[in-house]
């Protein structure tokens, strides 16, 4: 198993371009999470996913959209980059049943904006 | 949601226990206690888990004391790998897909 896979690792955007943070899991978990860490913080829940189709706001949801298009794979995307999303993009799922379940992390994708 | 407070830095030496409490005065009845570590420039682990007194795996001891407001992860003799943050998480208990909220975590920096 590969577990929690994000791609890319990293990215360079300039402020107002958009792009899609990818993350997929392999190990059959409902649910799954985005946050995003600043540099010497912790981490801040973006949105997260009970199950396929659905998707609820996190701590910061401002200028981020999620889809979870199937069980395995949900995505982010910025829409117009700001210098304030420069962060590391961690993913992360929870097997079933969920309730109390450890949180499994990717990589995370470390993203600079200019 | 209920909130948890741990230092924010620890310091200690190699071969030394090292112990990180954690306080949640609101925690729920069926609410477990949930340890995170994280090293530089990769994402969270799970640690260790448990409910009440004591659970201790491979890595870590969790001490939870009757009233449950509490909690001391232990890690016995340290080394300069142990150099991590620490996150305590306290589950929340009204839904299937809790709302997952980090603190700020304890930063612990093992010096030889």
């Known amino acids: 198993n590969a577990g929690v896979t994000q791609t890319p690792k990293f990215q360079v955007l300039k402020t107002g371009q958009s792009m899609t943070l990818q993350c997929a899991q392999d190990m059959n978990h409902n649910s799954m999470y985005w946050y995003r860490q600043d540099p010497g913080m912790g981490l801040r829940l973006i949105y997260y996913s009970a199950s396929e189709g659905t998707t609820d706001k996190g701590e910061v949801p401002n200028g981020y959209n999620v889809s979870r298009l199937n069980k395995r794979e949900f995505s982010l995307r910025l829409e117009s980059a700001a210098p304030s999303q420069t962060s590391v993009y961690f993913c992360a799922s929870r097997a079933p049943p969920d309730y109390n379940s450890p949180l499994h992390f990717g990589n995370g994708t470390r993203l600079t904006v200019t | 949601l209920a909130k948890t407070t741990q230092p924010i830095s620890m310091d200690s030496y190699e071969g030394q226990e090292v112990n990180i409490t954690c306080s949640h005065n609101n925690i729920a009845t069926n609410d477990y206690i949930t340890w995170y570590q994280q090293f530089p420039s990769q994402g969270p682990r799970f640690i260790i888990q448990?409910?009440?007194t004591k659970v201790t795996n491979e890595v870590a001891s969790l001490f939870i004391p009757a009233d449950r407001k509490s909690s001391t992860l232990s890690l016995p003799r340290v080394s300069l790998s142990d150099t991590a943050v620490y996150y305590c998480l306290v589950g929340d208990t009204d839904s299937n897909a809790s709302k997952i909220i980090f603190g700020s975590g304890t930063r612990l920096s093992i010096q030889p």
């Open positions: 448990g409910y009440k």
